[in-house]
């Protein structure tokens, strides 16, 4: 079943059915402003923080699961009907309303039309501002003039602290305190209280943010909930609206609610405009700013341009033409602006993710910044600063950063049991990533603190990470699992080993080795091969189970991922990274991988374990906390996807490799929503396995480390594309079907204007690349052969 399109040329996807399996969303703003809203005007808005700084509610967990939201409600006045420009809340029937919804890059625009009335109405956060606009347009279709009587509605946290707004009532219901001033409504919280600037995280502060509005005469406000909405009434049939006015109601304590009503006479084919402006301060102040900079509809139309020049612009760094329309549509829009969401905002801003999680995980963040170095390098070499001041002196790292309230060399260490294997090697992914994008190797001699004292070079920071983890090794000198190793299910203990991590240690040494002798830093070289050889021996040794590699050890010897086991005998992560960690030789991968392939693939994705985990204890395995076949319990849980796909690639298999991209491609479920139910142009965190009766429907979509390692794998292994130190590397893994292959890269500021030709319809090997009409006798081309225009041609033999 199909509910929209992509429209490629305006960089949106268009939702033409707006009943959709689940709400599909987007995103509006930035870190410091951020919003959520979906297809039918549901979602919240938040300041900073969507777990400290949320100032409008959302009911998660609910059905629909996307409200309430920023609403405008149409009252008939001659007719006592009344419907709201999304098709929900109110929900007319299908046959009777018409709703189109396109979400594009920062921007919602939803188009409706019920009995001869046609709305339009565009959801922005203008650029570098802290507040947001919903602009409405009104046309009379009708040959009759129509009376109606417009009705904002927004639902107001009592505290932007979503723990206290949500769960202490008995403090949280009598904090707020509504006003109207100059007809802009002020939310208040605690508003005795003084406000601190200097501390955020301090939630009874006092706290303000206004609803204004512009293009029309306000006739009446609530601020109220119960008051417009009625004690026994709800979103779909408020009170105000079967009765027809506001009552103008006053909210001090209890809750409070945005309502702005305002009277438009329409002629026939008459059009008018709106624009409700709502954001942080107070009305009298900021509020009355905002209000007077939106002087006419013509600014609002000239912050749209610039957002959607701003983002398009973003998103330019790499296109490309391929026979696959899906992955176009995916790979040049919904990708990479998936990964700056994601980049972003982490785990801590969805409809699924709701307060629980606050700031950056370390683990997280770092991988998500492979996804977007490339079109953002400036920012994220300020993230990735901000990420390596969260390692500790001991090399390991703070579970979680929050950049609202970082303090570098102030921060108090975590306890050993906190400490996660995995967490620091992921700097081996991203560190080289960004000097390999900018070339700006002097980064690796910047000295940044650690986050609870001392300092070093970025080349130490790293090499403190190898040694945290060569520090904690167990009995088969392999690292320990600590307090996980990524599979958080795995109760390996703190002196367990993972196999997993010792794949990461082994890249990380790898990569140490080539970083080292870049800086001509002989010592470390010879230090690093050295735990190479012995990690080399010991993974052969204890790793290798006769067909595949184990998951990892517990402390008293117990196998996790082997032959031994009944349950949750293999599992992916071990398989496809002893191949990215080059521990294995290609036929050995190919072997390991044919296993995988036997024992893991399904319809919809490669499974994260196999079998799922039932009766294992759980004091061994927690896993069977979940359903099987969903989350780490044998689902196809998609951030392993690109691994798979980089494994197979880096064997030369591009049909499997393309294969298994598509089979968690959002984009190819466009024509089967209903299957996969969340939106068809973002990434899941996973997909439901044959073992769920739920089989293919995703869940947990758009903050999610699948966006990265899909966009990484496409772009440096499928396309080839891969950044070098002093060039770049085109060494294409592509379906053998695809005969021509068009890729635009900006690479240091040069345009690459590259053709991959594939006439003999193979998988991969470069035969040869011709750079402005020069021949180049590798896949390797240096930076100084680069102009600031390239053609590129590539032939694949």
């Not at 609530?222 to 506001?246: H, I, V």
């Not at 059009?271 to 007077?292: F, N, P, S």
Request: charged letters at 25%; hydrophobic letters at 35%.
């Amino acid at each position: 079943m199909k509910f929209g399109y992509f429209d490629d040329r305006k960089k949106e996807y268009v939702i033409t059915r707006p009943d959709t399996p689940k709400s599909w969303g987007n995103y509006l703003g930035s870190t410091e402003y951020g919003a959520i809203i979906t297809n039918n005007a549901g979602g919240y808005s938040f300041y900073k923080s969507a777990a400290q700084g949320r100032f409008t509610r959302l009911r998660f967990n609910s059905v629909p699961m996307d409200q309430p939201g920023r609403y405008f409600y149409i009252y008939d006045i001659d007719k006592k009907d009344f419907w709201s420009a999304s098709w929900q809340p109110v929900g007319k029937p299908l046959d009777k309303f018409k709703s189109e919804c396109r979400h594009g890059t920062g921007y919602t625009i939803i188009n409706s039309e019920y009995d001869d009335i046609v709305s339009e109405t565009l959801y922005l956060v203008p650029l570098n501002k802290n507040y947001e606009y919903w602009h409405l347009k009104l046309t009379n279709r009708d040959t009759e003039k129509r009376k109606l009587r417009i009705f904002t509605y927004v639902e107001y946290a009592n505290n932007w602290n979503i723990q206290q707004d949500m769960n202490n009532l008995q403090y949280s219901q009598f904090i707020i305190k509504m006003d109207v001033i100059d007809n802009i409504i002020d939310h208040g919280t605690n508003v005795f209280m003084p406000p601190r600037p200097d501390d955020f995280q301090y939630s009874d502060q006092a706290r303000h943010t206004f609803l204004a509005l512009s293009g029309s005469e306000i006739t009446g406000f609530d601020t109220d909930r119960e008051a417009f909405l009625g004690t026994y009434g709800n979103y779909s049939k408020p009170l105000a609206l079967e009765r027809g006015f506001c009552s103008n109601s006053i909210a001090v304590g209890d809750n409070g609610c945005g309502v702005l009503q305002t009277d438009i006479a329409l002629n026939p084919g008459e059009t008018k405009e709106l624009t409700v402006v709502m954001g942080i301060g107070k009305a009298e102040e900021e509020g009355r700013k905002a209000l007077q900079e939106l002087s006419h509809p013509d600014k609002v139309y000239a912050e749209f341009r610039k957002l959607v020049d701003y983002w398009h612009n973003r998103l330019e760094g790499l296109t490309a033409e391929t026979p696959d329309e899906l992955f176009n549509s995916m790979f040049n829009t919904w990708n990479p602006y998936n990964c700056m969401i994601t980049y972003s905002w982490s785990r801590a801003a969805s409809l699924v993710y709701s307060g629980e999680r606050d700031g950056l995980g370390y683990r997280d963040t770092v991988q998500d910044m492979l996804g977007v170095l490339h079109l953002i390098p400036g920012e994220a070499r300020e993230r990735l600063e901000l990420m390596i001041t969260g390692q500790t002196s001991t090399g390991g790292a703070m579970p979680v950063v929050k950049p609202f309230a970082h303090k570098p060399g102030c921060e108090t260490r975590p306890d050993e049991r906190e400490y996660r294997s995995d967490d620091c090697l992921w700097l081996f992914n991203t560190v080289p990533a960004y000097v390999k994008e900018t070339g700006d190797i002097d980064f690796y001699n910047k000295i940044l603190p650690y986050s609870d004292k001392g300092e070093d070079t970025v080349f130490m920071h790293l090499k403190r990470a190898i040694e945290f983890n060569l520090k904690r090794s167990g009995k088969h000198g392999l690292p320990c699992g600590l307090a996980a190793d990524w599979n958080d299910c795995l109760q390996l203990g703190h002196d367990g080993e993972s196999v997993f991590v010792a794949f990461q240690l082994r890249y990380a040494l790898h990569t140490f080795i080539e970083i080292s002798g870049l800086l001509s830093r002989d010592k470390d070289k010879q230090w690093a091969q050295s735990h190479l050889k012995n990690l080399d021996e010991n993974l052969k040794k204890f790793g290798w189970d006769g067909q595949w590699f184990i998951r990892a050890y517990r402390a008293d010897g117990l196998k996790f991922g082997s032959k031994e086991n009944d349950e949750a005998s293999i599992f992916l992560n071990p398989q496809s990274w002893s191949i990215i960690s080059r521990h294995v030789s290609k036929e050995e991968g190919i072997r390991i991988m044919d296993t995988v392939k036997n024992r893991l693939l399904t319809d919809y994705g490669l499974l994260i374990c196999d079998p799922p985990v039932e009766k294992t204890d759980p004091e061994v395995n927690k896993s069977r906390v979940f359903n099987k076949g969903m989350k780490e319990n044998a689902s196809i849980f998609n951030h392993t996807q690109g691994w798979a796909v980089i494994a197979e690639a880096i064997l030369g298999r591009g049909n499997i490799a393309y294969d298994y991209y598509k089979r968690f491609m959002p984009a190819r479920y466009n024509d089967m929503a209903e299957i996969r139910e969340i939106e068809p142009y973002v990434y899941s965190q996973f997909t439901h396995s044959k073992y769920s009766p739920r089989n293919g429907a995703s869940r947990l979509p758009w903050l999610t480390g699948t966006a990265s390692w899909a966009y990484f794998a496409t772009s440096q292994y499928i396309l080839g594309l891969q950044p070098d130190y002093h060039g770049i590397k085109i060494s294409p893994c592509i379906p053998s079907y695809w005969n021509k292959v068009s890729v635009k890269r900006i690479f240091r500021k040069k345009l690459l204007d590259i053709t991959i030709l594939n006439n003999n319809q193979k998988e991969c090997g470069v035969k040869q690349i011709i750079l402005n009409g020069e021949k180049i006798e590798s896949d390797f081309i240096p930076i100084t052969k680069l102009k600031e225009t390239n053609q590129i041609t590539v032939y694949i033999e």
